[in-house]
């Protein structure tokens, strides 16, 4: 009976349809503006992650109407899954998509859902698209960059600037941890790149966006623009880095023996320092990568400001819901590791504002745990279109109309088959595929330095927990195998 009864509180905590329910309504059939940030974590200023972040146009959005939701967590904490996961409605451990080498078209039980932009097309919508939103793939006709979810796509491509000079090494002059030794993925590399602003890839995107904001749409729209940055490499115009003078910059804390209390159940600790903590502490350049992250977030929301400034001149202002979101934390020295992954609260965590005309008010936050997977549904719901009953997530409506509405639903994050964290207001907990756990107690400690998932006196909430973790984990899906075509004979 009791396994029954958990099973049952699981379903209807983290995989619970859609739900009808809507406190307040946006005024007729709403546009949608869906801006993505890549690898972005709570440094803005409306979320108080770092007080040295500059960016006043993602503070601007929450001060004229924007909703901040301080306790926001993604599905995954890499970029392909989730996406994949919140787009399509199917979270990872149903669809088998776990990490960015598997593509969501490749999975059985994603390979034909309607993502939220087909879905939104399919109910009289026009969806429109430019920059990162879905995880790009190789495919027998080239990059595949989800043009296949909207009713326009178009890509964009950098004009009149470049990189820093990385012919002798990385632009920050910091040479491997161990030589000889190559980086697998984006480097840990920063720098100015050459040209101003317009040159670059994420404000074409933002120009983009803005210039589509001039026409004149026979259907409500909807409007995903992806921007990059800070992913990295961190390559943006030097002004952004002369906003941060070095010797101004505070570096986050962290502890050398932070990792030293998470054990396998044979005893042995489960994670070790990064190597790119490593290299950047044995050249001492903590203070240069934490500016040069602060410089590339404050690039992405100077091109989320033009966005966002072509809205409020045009006359799609008062009836466009606005919704900005990360894919994903980051570390910067948390956790002796920077990068992404893992299931701790800087890689679980993300920035979520939405705005919607009419009914949310300036300056509001809600301390509510709510998850990307919920904007499907919310969207759906806000929106007046037919409830879709086979995603996951709930509509957080309800949320704009009193974000101090009891709302106890714990969240989930998956990285990885078989390893789960769930996510309450006060705790996480961590359970791995080889039955290493974690527990921390938000209350006395946020930064999850004490892991309290051995102490007799936390069994009881440790269970608790536990129980809200998945019973299935779908097998991986095929990995992306498919090369970059040789060059054809024209």
């Given at each position: 009976?009791?396994?029954?009864?958990?099973?049952?509180?699981?379903?209807?905590?983290?995989?619970?349809?859609?739900?009808?329910?809507?406190?307040?309504?946006?005024?007729?059939?709403?546009?949608?503006?869906?801006?993505?940030?890549?690898?972005?974590?709570?440094?803005?200023?409306?979320?108080?992650?770092n007080d040295q972040a500059i960016t006043p146009n993602m503070d601007r959005l929450a001060e004229t109407g924007g909703m901040v939701f301080s306790r926001a967590y993604?599905?995954?904490?890499?970029?392909?899954?989730?996406?994949?996961?919140?787009?399509?409605?199917?979270?990872?451990?149903?669809?088998?998509?776990?990490?960015?080498?598997?593509?969501?078209?490749?999975?059985?039980?994603?390979?034909?859902?309607?993502?939220?932009?087909?879905?939104?097309?399919?109910?009289?919508?026009?969806?429109?698209?430019?920059?990162?939103?879905?995880?790009?793939?190789?495919?027998?006709?080239?990059?595949?960059?989800?043009?296949?979810?909207?009713?326009?796509?178009?890509?964009?491509?950098?004009?009149?600037?470049?990189?820093?000079?990385?012919?002798?090494?990385?632009?920050?002059?910091?040479?491997?941890?161990?030589?000889?030794?190559?980086?697998?993925?984006?480097?840990?590399?920063?720098?100015?790149?050459?040209?101003?602003?317009?040159?670059?890839?994420?404000?074409?995107?933002?120009?983009?966006?803005?210039?589509?904001?001039?026409?004149?749409?026979?259907?409500?729209?909807?409007?995903?623009?992806?921007?990059?940055?800070?992913?990295?490499?961190?390559?943006?115009?030097?002004?952004?880095?002369?906003?941060?003078?070095?010797?101004?910059?505070?570096?986050?804390?962290?502890?050398?023996?932070?990792?030293?209390?998470?054990?396998?159940?044979?005893?042995?600790?489960?994670?070790?320092?990064?190597?790119?903590?490593?290299?950047?502490?044995?050249?001492?350049?903590?203070?240069?990568?934490?500016?040069?992250?602060?410089?590339?977030?404050?690039?992405?929301?100077?091109?989320?400001?033009?966005?966002?400034?072509?809205?409020?001149?045009?006359?799609?202002?008062?009836?466009?819901?606005?919704?900005?979101?990360?894919?994903?934390?980051?570390?910067?020295?948390?956790?002796?590791?920077?990068?992404?992954?893992?299931?701790?609260?800087?890689?679980?965590?993300?920035?979520?504002?939405?705005?919607?005309?009419?009914?949310?008010?300036?300056?509001?936050?809600?301390?509510?745990?709510?998850?990307?997977?919920?904007?499907?549904?919310?969207?759906?719901?806000?929106?007046?279109?037919?409830?879709?009953?086979?995603?996951?997530?709930?509509?957080?409506?309800?949320?704009?109309?009193?974000?101090?509405?009891?709302?106890?639903?714990?969240?989930?994050?998956?990285?990885?088959?078989?390893?789960?964290?769930?996510?309450?207001?006060?705790?996480?907990?961590?359970?791995?595929?080889?039955?290493?756990?974690?527990?921390?107690?938000?209350?006395?400690?946020?930064?999850?330095?004490?892991?309290?998932?051995?102490?007799?006196?936390?069994?009881?909430?440790?269970?608790?927990?536990?129980?809200?973790?998945?019973?299935?984990?779908?097998?991986?899906?095929?990995?992306?195998?498919?090369?970059?075509?040789?060059?054809?004979?024209?």
């Amino acid at each position: 009976m009791r396994k029954k009864l958990a099973i049952a509180v699981l379903l209807a905590l983290i995989f619970a349809p859609t739900t009808a329910v809507l406190a307040a309504k946006p005024p007729k059939s709403p546009n949608v503006l869906f801006i993505a940030i890549d690898d972005l974590n709570d440094w803005i200023g409306c979320f108080g992650g770092n007080d040295q972040a500059i960016t006043p146009n993602m503070d601007r959005l929450a001060e004229t109407g924007g909703m901040v939701f301080s306790r926001a967590y993604c599905p995954a904490t890499v970029c392909c899954p989730s996406r994949s996961a919140l787009m399509t409605g199917i979270l990872p451990s149903d669809s088998g998509v776990y990490g960015n080498s598997q593509n969501l078209k490749n999975a059985p039980r994603t390979k034909d859902a309607l993502t939220i932009t087909q879905y939104f097309s399919k109910h009289g919508y026009f969806s429109l698209s430019c920059g990162k939103i879905f995880h790009k793939h190789m495919t027998a006709e080239g990059l595949d960059e989800g043009q296949w979810a909207y009713n326009e796509w178009s890509p964009t491509s950098s004009r009149g600037s470049g990189g820093p000079d990385t012919s002798n090494g990385p632009a920050n002059r910091m040479p491997p941890l161990n030589p000889g030794t190559r980086q697998s993925g984006s480097p840990l590399d920063w720098g100015s790149t050459t040209g101003d602003d317009e040159g670059t890839k994420d404000y074409q995107t933002a120009l983009w966006a803005a210039d589509k904001l001039k026409h004149r749409f026979d259907k409500p729209f909807f409007m995903a623009v992806g921007i990059s940055r800070p992913h990295l490499p961190w390559y943006v115009p030097q002004k952004y880095f002369d906003m941060y003078p070095l010797e101004d910059i505070k570096v986050p804390e962290f502890h050398e023996d932070d990792l030293e209390d998470i054990k396998t159940p044979d005893g042995k600790v489960k994670f070790q320092a990064s190597n790119d903590f490593l290299r950047v502490k044995k050249y001492g350049r903590f203070k240069e990568a934490t500016r040069a992250y602060l410089a590339c977030v404050s690039y992405a929301d100077d091109c989320v400001g033009v966005i966002l400034d072509a809205l409020a001149k045009s006359k799609y202002a008062d009836n466009t819901i606005v919704v900005v979101w990360g894919d994903h934390g980051w570390f910067l020295g948390e956790k002796l590791k920077y990068r992404k992954t893992h299931l701790w609260e800087e890689s679980a965590r993300v920035p979520l504002i939405i705005k919607v005309p009419d009914v949310t008010e300036p300056g509001e936050t809600c301390s509510r745990v709510v998850n990307l997977m919920d904007l499907y549904p919310t969207l759906v719901d806000l929106c007046n279109l037919p409830k879709k009953n086979d995603i996951s997530g709930r509509s957080i409506a309800p949320l704009f109309a009193n974000p101090q509405t009891v709302w106890n639903y714990p969240t989930l994050t998956t990285m990885g088959r078989g390893n789960h964290s769930i996510r309450s207001e006060r705790w996480r907990y961590n359970r791995y595929a080889d039955g290493t756990e974690e527990l921390y107690d938000h209350d006395s400690d946020p930064m999850e330095w004490t892991n309290l998932a051995n102490k007799p006196e936390h069994q009881r909430i440790k269970k608790r927990m536990a129980v809200l973790t998945p019973t299935y984990d779908a097998p991986e899906s095929p990995k992306n195998t498919v090369e970059k075509p040789k060059n054809r004979a024209k």
